[in-house]
């Protein structure tokens, strides 16, 4: 089944240390985002890949980079951790941009910052 | 600003009917999604609306009135499955998508 997938679901890490998540689509959508989901908030759109072109949210912190080696994988860094990142991170890809594809979540990454 | 209203919580009974509303000030309209988000788990795809009217899908429909800037989310014989977040989101004028934060359903035996 075509699908996007997450790794790992859980991640424990230290203040300040630096943490990778992963993403891969088998989808083949031109389109992934990654998300930031805290407890009861509506999810919050940190940047975008259309294909190669990378797209930040303005208000977007510089602890947050990524990386979209090829079409299948997209990687969300975080430099230094703060306890403030301590969140669900939501991949989706979608078949093109402009809003009115449906997006497709993987199953996220729950990042827990000691 | 764009802002999207949902409520917090609803509680229902298995068995019966819920309708879950969302109104919605954006800069333009292109359309609107409701996604069903169980707990620690991704958003799974429900319905989207681009023009006035009802979809209906099996036990869920969505309704549209952009004129009213409102939606809502039907459920109908309601499982104790369905206990979830529903979340709304529109496209705006930009393209961007902008989401709610969710209406978190109660199923009750």
């Known amino acids: 089944d075509a699908m996007v997938i997450q790794n790992p679901r859980y991640q424990v890490t230290q203040f300040g240390k630096p943490v990778t998540l992963s993403c891969s689509q088998t989808?083949?959508?031109?389109?992934m985002y990654w998300y930031q989901q805290k407890s009861s908030q509506a999810p919050k759109l940190l940047f975008h890949?259309?294909?190669?072109?990378?797209?930040n949210e303005a208000d977007t912190p510089d602890n947050f980079q990524s990386r979209r080696p090829n079409t299948s994988f997209c990687f969300l860094d975080i430099r230094s951790p703060g306890l403030g990142d301590a969140a669900m991170y939501l991949c989706?890809?979608?078949?093109?941009?402009?809003?009115?594809?449906?997006?497709?979540f993987g199953p996220g990454t729950r990042l827990t910052v000691l | 600003g764009q802002n999207i209203d949902q409520p917090t919580e609803m509680t229902a009974t298995e068995g019966a009917i819920v309708q879950i509303n969302c109104t919605y000030q954006?800069?333009?309209?292109?359309?609107l999604f409701w996604y069903q988000q169980h707990a620690g788990e991704a958003p799974t795809f429900l319905s989207y609306?681009?023009l006035d009217g009802l979809e209906e899908k099996g036990r869920f429909s969505s309704f549209l009135s952009r004129s009213k800037g409102y939606s809502y989310l039907l459920l109908k014989e309601l499982q104790m499955k369905d206990s979830a977040s529903y979340l709304c989101a529109v496209t705006d004028s930009n393209y961007q998508l902008i989401w709610g934060a969710g209406t978190k359903l109660i199923i009750k035996p």
């Open positions: 890949y259309y294909d190669k072109d990378f797209n």
């Open positions: 989808l083949n959508h031109n389109v």
């Open positions: 609306n681009v």
């Open positions: 954006t800069s333009g309209f292109n359309g």
């Open positions: 989706a890809t979608s078949r093109d941009r402009g809003g009115t594809d449906t997006q497709y």
